[in-house]
């Protein structure tokens, strides 16, 4: 089956602009306040339901893999770029990294205690996400919690370029009552969610939305 045509533009953009991308994204310690507490929280649920590892996933050059390692969370990362996995590898030899994509997770059913999706959800079509989080459903395990952040809104955007270089992919941003809806198709119960309004270098409304997978009865 050939590949859809968005995650080969994600591929290539994020190849092409990898190495700007370290130098212009801020890493965790220099984060938003609320959005570091959202990780931390995350962190110490996933530790004290001890499930089994975090998959970050959409893990770019690895800085919040390392971030949840930091916080005594079991993680690895998985990125569709090769070139993103290429800079987590050589920065943090330590920890594991796997090129992949959300749409078909190469993991077992019920495998993880936990899930980040850290802005690495607007970019899929919006008709892609129920199959992205039915992956995230079918690889938590039960009680499992899943952290995503990302931005909001409603509206469709193809910029030309991104990081200072040429860029193919687009990005779609959905309200956030949308993405609940999702996620509960999905089988997966939002717990709480934080919205935020533009400020500093983060130029849209984002939010974060932490949900649970059910524990069976």
Request: with cysteine; charged share 20%.
């Amino acid at each position: 089956m050939a590949e859809p045509s968005f995650l080969t533009a994600v591929r290539e953009s994020y190849d092409t602009v990898a190495a700007d991308y370290v130098e212009r994204v801020p890493p965790p310690a220099e984060m938003d306040p609320l959005s570091r507490a959202m990780l931390a929280g995350f962190a110490e649920l996933v530790r004290t339901a001890g499930l089994g590892p975090v998959a970050d996933l959409g893990c770019g050059p690895g800085r919040i893999t390392a971030h949840l390692a930091e916080l005594g969370v079991s993680a690895f990362g998985v990125d569709l770029s090769p070139k993103m996995i290429e800079l987590a590898r050589n920065a943090y030899p330590d920890l594991r990294f796997t090129e992949g994509s959300m749409t078909a997770l190469e993991m077992e059913d019920d495998e993880l205690g936990g899930i980040l999706a850290w802005y690495s959800t607007h970019h899929t079509p919006p008709q892609w996400l129920p199959a992205v989080f039915a992956e995230f459903h079918r690889t938590l395990a039960p009680g499992g919690f899943l952290l995503w952040g990302d931005y909001v809104g409603d509206e469709w955007l193809q910029p030309t370029h991104g990081y200072g270089r040429p860029v193919s992919y687009g990005s779609h941003l959905l309200p956030l009552d949308r993405l609940v809806g999702l996620l509960g198709q999905a089988g997966l119960v939002v717990t709480a969610r934080l919205e935020q309004e533009p400020s500093g270098r983060v130029k849209r409304p984002h939010a974060c939305l932490l949900a649970r997978k059910p524990e069976r009865p």
